[in-house]
Nanobody
């Protein structure tokens, strides 16, 4: 499975932006998908994840209530809907996939548990 992110942009604080992560294979529905981000000079951090079956979602505290992670397995796509963007959301955003199922929230929040990664898309929030 190959992952391709899109949708990054330069936006002003307070606006919304939607990122997409599209997979190359129909087995996409077997993977839990996570979004991570990395700001300059900082470590990569967890943003959100959605289970392979769409029945569980997980969010970092910093984005809870502002971001959602909808999934469409018929389109092999997981999105990251980002609302009320803040300058501290500025980062390169990556989507990642892991095939292991029935793991808990803490498992899906750890970047080193993901085996497939996209190339990243830049989001810059600035006035």
């Amino acid at each position: 499975v190959q992952l391709v992110e899109s949708g990054g942009d330069l936006v002003q604080p307070g606006v919304s932006l939607r990122l997409s992560c599209t997979a190359s294979e129909r087995t996409f529905g077997d993977y839990t998908i996570g979004w991570f981000r990395q700001a300059p000079g900082k470590e990569r951090e967890f943003v959100a994840a959605i289970r392979w079956d769409g029945r569980g979602t997980y969010y970092a505290d910093s984005v809870k209530g502002r971001f959602t992670i909808p999934r469409d397995n018929t389109m092999n796509t997981v999105s990251l809907q980002m609302n009320d963007l803040k300058p501290e959301d500025t980062a390169v955003y990556y989507c990642a996939a892991v095939h292991l199922k029935n793991r808990g929230s803490s498992f899906y929040r750890q970047s080193n548990n993901y085996v497939l990664w996209g190339q990243g898309t830049q989001v810059t929030v600035s006035s």
